[in-house]
Structures are given as structure tokens and as C-alpha cells.
């Protein structure tokens, strides 16, 4: 399929995997067999979990908390605005005297609206991932997917215990508002502490490095699975997870490991991705199916105005907050990017009325291959017509580490200013907090108290490592000890090349702690600079001063001693006192 650019470029792999379900579900049945069911147990305990630990994961942490206010709006509020409104509206249509859909009641309507209306992560991944969209709208669709899930799951279990009682008051509704709020901070917590379990644990594997992978994995499943039990959201425990953990497990591990633990959960969640939409196809050709025109044209219709309507108001009122404008085009592939998938078919099947499930169902699987079929396969030429800022695949360098940390605490400090307490200072509190109490316990080693940009450097150079044994290149990585002695012994002319010196392990660490011992005392020499302590010392600037070039001093003669290379002194002029008489 990947090596036919003609088809990949107009079929996504979803479409092609539902295609291929469903040649394997007629043959299946040509030859008088039952066909397999997409199970609900099946997807949400086995299938389910690998997709959204992945995603979790490998979360982008920035551009998420920076649209935070933003995916939460459309996440919850977009939500309960589609199903109050695909479910009222298709109760209306269930009223028509033609349609023969009388015993439908209202709340049997808001259930399907609540099965229906939520984005599904699984067909947004699957369909995303290969338009390669810009990060803002990727993380503000994918967000809204991954964080929709406590609204569906208290909606769904709401109106079904509404629907089996027949009578609504308000203590219900109230109680139904306090759920919601549990089911999603329970779960965030529920993720958050076996997120730390797990990074405490990698603390102590340094002797047992083969099971570091195992324990990713593991606290990750139970932080699920334990959210499960007590009917919390486990999408959202799961992300909480992966989150929390990542930074801490990935400062103890080692490179075999964050190897295993990257292509591992890839792969993983490639196979579910695979099996759900073979599972789907299957399913549709096993049926039993109650086809209903009316109550299914209607469907498709309000499910795509309830999507383009809700997108346009809750975006006309988020662009009055944000200081990057939601544009037309970035609302227009926002609305259409809301694709239904896996979730609402398994929320649809656990129902219980068997007349109102197959027709319920019937409607759910129409929905789910209109947006897969004709939404992902028109959405890349629309991407280009359109002419959407598409993802620069780049690599950060240390200088665009540097500006950004620069532009985070200058934002900071405008912001201290003020006295507005904004995005930036509750997260340089939150930075400040973590550097000073969490990483101690969790990380092993000097690792803990590392600045930034020497644990950014690092992480650059295992992924050059990996890039480097991955391509199968013969070719060293430059060191800092090569490149520093060919610069000292360059030779200006025709000279004889000099040898150049070799240096051991053990030396090359200690010219390694130099540096970033040197790089640690920048923030002392320079405390008059520090926004938190804005108090002048008069005799600061003479002591620093002597004190750095005491400490070049020093450093410049270590330097030429490990290297074997005469440092360049520059010569000084002599002195000469000079007394005036007074006459």
C-alpha cells in the first residue's frame, strides 16, 4: 500500500483496513461461518490502551498546555453541545408521522447523541498523521478527541440509567454534573500516581536494565485498568500516565531501553490501530442490521451541522482569549477533521433494547464510514487546495533551545511585573518546585540536578547516536575534545602537521565537569540579574569580575594541560605608576 504513492496519496490506511474487514467478513460468511464481532471487552481492555499510551506518551507537552483553554472548550463544552443537539433534533425527527420511529423517546435520543457526538482519537490518529497538518490544529483536534472521553463516558451511563427509570429531576441532573467532575479528576489522579510509582521505579533498575521497558508498560496498563474498576475515565488515567512519567523514566534508563520502550509502543499501537478497523469491517457484514432511511440520512446531516455550528461559536468566542487567531481555514479543518470511529460502535453495542441497538447501530457504523470514507479521503486535497500550513519536520538546535527558555523567562518577568499571574508564572512556579523536590527523588544520579540545557544536549546526543546506528553509518560522532584540538592546532601555512593528542575516558569526563561546572556558576556570578531579587550590591560588579577572571585564569591552563596545547595569552602592555605632585 505505502509503496504505491498514487493510492496512499488518495486512500488512507483506514479506509484500506476497513475495506479489507470487509472482504474478509463476506467470505467469512459466503462459506456459512459467523463472522467475529468487534467485542466491547475486546476493544476498550486489549485494543483500546496501546493507541492511547502511545499518544499519551509521546504528547507534545508544550503546544498542549499552551492551547489547554482551548482544547478543554471544545473538548466539554463542543461535546454536550452535539449530543443535546443531534439528540433533540433527532427526537423532532423521530416525531415525523412517515418515519414510523414513534416509540423513540427523548432520552433514547440524547443516548445516541451522546454515543455519537464524540471525536474518536483512533480515526483521528489514523487520518492525521498522514496529511502531516500543522501542529495546532493536529494537537487541538487530537487533544479534544483524547480529553471528550469522561464527557462521553458520564453521558452515556447517565442517560442510560435516565432511560431505564423513565423520570429526570433536577437532584439527578446536579448529580450527574458532580460525576463528570469525578470521573475526570479521579482519573487524572488515578494516572498521575502510578505515573510517579513508575518513575520511582526506574530509579533503582541501573543492575536490571533488561526490565526497564516492562515497568513503563505495566504501571501504565494498571493506571488504566485500576480507572476502569472504579468507572473513572481510563483514556484520561492513561494520559496522566504517560505524561508524568516520561521525563523521569527516560533521565534513568538507558538507550536500549528508550529504543525498546519507543519502537515497541509504535508497533503496538500500530497492530490495534489495524486490528479496530478490520474488527469493523467484519462487524458490518456480520449485522443484524435495522435500516432505517430517515433516522440515518438524518444522522449523517446533524451530525455535520452540529459540528460545523458548534466549531464556529465556541471559535468565535475562544478567539476574543487567544493572542493566535483561530483563521476560517483553521475553524473549516477543525469541524471537518471531527471524525467518529471504534468507540462510539463499542458504546453503541453494549446497549441493552435489541430493536433500538441494531437500528442505533445501523446509524452509528453509516456515520463512522461517511467520516472515514469521504471526510478522510477529501481531506488531504482539501489541505492543499486550501493551501493549510502543513508540519516542518526540523530538529531542535541548542540555540532555538536557548531563545525559547530566553522569550519563557522574559514573559515571566513582564508578567511578575504587572502582577498578573499568568500562563508563564505558575509554570516557572511549577518548573521551580519540580527542579527543587520531585527530581530528587525520582531521578538517579547528578541527572537530578542537571540545568536544562546540558540534559537538552544530551538528548541530542542519543538521538545523533541512534540516527547514527540506525542508518548502519560507520562514521564517528565528533567529540568535544576532537574538535577543540583541531581548532587549537590548525596550521596557518605549509607547516608539518602536528599529531593530534589522545585522551583518555577519565580525562575527557573531567574537562566535561569543568565546563558544566562553569556552566552551573553563570546564574551566581550574575545575582543582580535575577528578577527575584532585584536588590544591587555596590560591590558586586568588582568582586564578580575578578572572580571570572580568576576562574578563566584557571580554566585556560587546565584546558591547555589536558589538550597538550599552549593556550593563545595575549600579551599585556606593561604598567607604569605615575605620581603627580600637587603644585
Known sequence: FHIIPTVSNVVP??????????????????????????????????????????????????????????????????????????????????????????????????????????????????????????????????????????????????????????????????????????????????????????????????????????????????????????????????????????????????????????????????????????????????????????????????????????????????????IVKLTKKDQFIVAYGGLRGAIAFSLGFLLTNNEMKNMFLTAIITVIFFTVFVQGMTIRPLVELLAVKKKKESNRSINEEIHTQFLDHLLTGIEDICGHYGHHHWKDKLNRFNKAYVKRWLIAGDRSTEPQLISFYNKMEMKQAMMVVESGSSAKLPTIVSSVSMQNIQPRGPARRRAIPSISKSREEEIRKILRGHLQKTRQRLRSYSRHDLMIDPFEDNVSEIRFRRQRVEMERRMSHYLTVPANRQETTPVRKVCFDSG
Open 13 to 322: 490506511e483506514s479506509c484500506l483496513l476497513i475495506f479489507v474487514g470487509l472482504l474478509v467478513g463476506g467470505f467469512i460468511k459466503a462459506i456459512g461461518e459467523e463472522a467475529p464481532v468487534l467485542d466491547s471487552k475486546l476493544f476498550f481492555l486489549y485494543l483500546l490502551p496501546p493507541i492511547i499510551l502511545d499518544a499519551g506518551y509521546f504528547l507534545p507537552i508544550r503546544a498542549f498546555t499552551e492551547n489547554m483553554g482551548t482544547i478543554l472548550v471544545f473538548a466539554v463544552v463542543g461535546t454536550l453541545w452535539n449530543a443535546f443537539f443531534v439528540g433533540g433534533m433527532m427526537y423532532a425527527v423521530c416525531q415525523i408521522e412517515g418515519a414510523r420511529l414513534g416509540s423513540v423517546d427523548l432520552l433514547s435520543c440524547l443516548l445516541f447523541g451522546s454515543i455519537i457526538s464524540a471525536v474518536d482519537p483512533v480515526a483521528v490518529l489514523a487520518v492525521f498523521e498522514e496529511i502531516h497538518i500543522n501542529e495546532l490544529l493536529h494537537i487541538l483536534v487530537f487533544g479534544e478527541s483524547l480529553l471528550n472521553d469522561a464527557v462521553t463516558v458520564v453521558l452515556y451511563h447517565l442517560f442510560e440509567e435516565f432511560s431505564h427509570a423513565g423520570t429526570v429531576t433536577v437532584v439527578d441532573a446536579l448529580l450527574g454534573v458532580v460525576c463528570f467532575f469525578v470521573v475526570s479528576v479521579g482519573g487524572l489522579m488515578v494516572g498521575g500516581i502510578y505515573g510517579l510509582l513508575g518513575a520511582f521505579t526506574s530509579r533503582f533498575t541501573s543492575h536490571t536494565r533488561v526490565i526497564e521497558p516492562l515497568f513503563v508498560f505495566l504501571y501504565s496498563y494498571m493506571a488504566y485498568l485500576s480507572a476502569e474498576v472504579f468507572h473513572l475515565s481510563g483514556i484520561m488515567s492513561l494520559i496522566a500516565c504517560g505524561v508524568i512519567m516520561r521525563p523521569y523514566v527516560e533521565a534513568n534508563i538507558s538507550h536500549k531501553s528508550y529504543t525498546t520502550i519507543k519502537y515497541f509502543l509504535k508497533m503496538w499501537s500500530s497492530v490495534s490501530e489495524t486490528l479496530i478497523f478490520i474488527f469493523l469491517g467484519v462487524s458490518t457484514v456480520a449485522g443484524p442490521h435495522a435500516w432505517n432511511w430517515i433516522f440515518v440520512i438524518f444522522t449523517v446531516i446533524l451530525c455535520l451541522v452540529s459540528r460545523v455550528l458548534g466549531v464556529i461559536g465556541l471559535t468565535y468566542i475562544i478567539n476574543k482569549f487567544r
